[in-house]
């Protein structure tokens, strides 16, 4: 059976190109290479573990709803609306917690971390999220709320909020007093003193003026995080804030000490030293590297759209071997377009292809079927690609040692 929910993210791709080339035709730099290639490695390791996070998640629901439901509602129309609102209520405080609780902050910093706001954010979630709301959408079955319905909900709501992340739609008017839009989306992603922890809302702007965090777009926007942070490898991107408290839990001497600081806000957190580690100037990294970046998000990213469409085509181990040979190369492609590669990293590159193409040869040599040789051309072509590049970049070098200066000659 496909799962064809998936193709929903071929349009959102299409949204995320129509708005990349306004921005590119009015010359201004609401995307950069380096920042789509991190949001997309993000957004592909969240699609693959969210398939667990799924399944979890439809459990803890149905365990909910068989053994702790108060009421039994219906599936009429007004049911669903209310239901919609339940989840925009829950989602509001699930939110505002987020940024309130250092261990939930942890999850959900990833979202915040962009210097650059446009659609691509919105595939910009850690993993680390969806298991951290499990136990809030827990809630809705106890009122009597179908699991299924739920889950079709929380589909929709995450649609709306993905066409919230945008610096093209203006304010609207009197729309504006009844659901969240971009404008106030744009704020909750401020680090402008006056944007901190406000407009949590997810559709309905109400909870935030109820509620006191509700803040008009007025100055400019300032994206990204406060604090030593560069926007340069998915994984730090994941996992930045867990080491830092790790870090922060070490200093304290006591266990309950330790625990608490779990649950305090990230602003009362201890200030740590924390070396910032910068990108070299994209200037320095070969062009020829940066094609082959291009090649493989370009081949890549597909192929692991039609991964998760097909995937109940696939055994297990056969999911898990392409989900990790697709992951590894979209963040080879963020690491070169972020220019954070080292001396070593095209050695390092090479081997990942040809261990991965070898890996798949070894595993199914004996069952050659349609998806397997699909992928083996396919990292056989960019091996190919990958190796051109680095035989010109070779070879543009020794041009130069060899070439000697011309010589201007003044009349």
């Known amino acids: 059976m496909l799962n064809t929910i998936v193709l929903i993210i071929p349009i959102l791709f299409i949204v995320v190109f129509i708005e990349w080339y306004i921005s590119y035709r009015h ?36 365990f909910s709803y068989a053994h702790f439901h108060l009421f039994t509602l219906g599936k ?43 659609f691509s954010n919105g595939f910009r979630t850690s993993f680390f999220q969806g298991v951290n709301r499990i136990l809030f959408w827990s809630l809705l079955p106890v009122f009597g709320f179908d699991p299924l319905m739920l889950l079709i909900i929380l589909k929709v709501s995450g649609l709306y909020d993905f066409l919230l992340h945008t610096e093209y739609i203006p304010k609207l008017g009197f729309i504006e007093k009844i659901l969240v839009t971009p404008s106030q989306h744009r704020v ?113 990213v597909p192929a692991m759209i039609a991964m998760l ?52 040869l070894i595993l199914y040599v004996k069952r050659i079927e349609w998806h397997i040789l699909g992928v083996v051309v396919l990292l056989m072509i960019t091996i190919a690609v990958f190796t051109v590049a680095q035989l010109r970049k070779e070879l543009a070098g020794e041009n130069e040692e060899e070439t000697p200066p011309r010589l201007r000659i003044r009349h």
């Not at 300032?222 to 991107?237: C, F, H, L, T, W």
């Open 27 to 62: 010359g201004r730099k609401t995307y950069s290479a380096g920042n789509f290639a991190m949001n997309v490695t993000i957004g592909a390791m969240d699609q693959v573990f969210s398939l667990v996070y799924f399944i979890a998640l439809l459990f803890a629901l149905q």
């Open 76 to 118: 009429q129309w007004y049911i669903w609306v209310a239901a919609y609102v339940a989840i925009d209520f829950l989602s509001y405080w699930y939110h505002r917690f987020s940024h309130r609780i250092n261990i939930l902050w942890a999850g959900h910093v990833t979202h915040h971390s962009s210097e650059h706001f446009n």
């Open 188 to 300: 909750h992603h401020g680090r402008n003193d006056i944007y901190i922890d406000k407009n949590y809302g997810s559709t309905f702007v109400i909870w935030d003026k109820i509620f006191g965090t509700y803040q008009e777009e007025t100055d400019k926007v300032e994206y990204g995080i406060k604090g030593p942070y560069a926007d340069n490898n998915p994984y730090v991107a994941i996992g930045y804030y867990y080491g830092y408290l790790w870090r922060a839990m070490k200093m304290k001497q006591k266990f309950t000490e330790k625990i608490t600081l779990l649950f305090l806000p990230p602003d009362r957190t201890p200030k740590l030293e924390i070396e910032k580690r910068s990108s070299v100037n994209q200037d320095e990294v070969p062009p020829r590297l940066k094609q082959y970046a291009y090649f493989t998000l370009v081949t890549v």
């Open 309 to 360: 469409l097909c995937k109940d085509f696939l055994r297990t181990w056969e999911f898990i071997l392409y989900a990790a040979i697709g992951i590894s190369s979209v963040s080879a492609s963020a690491f070169i377009l972020n220019g954070n590669i080292s001396n070593t990293f095209q050695k390092v590159e090479l081997y990942r292809l040809w261990i991965s193409m070898i890996s798949i």
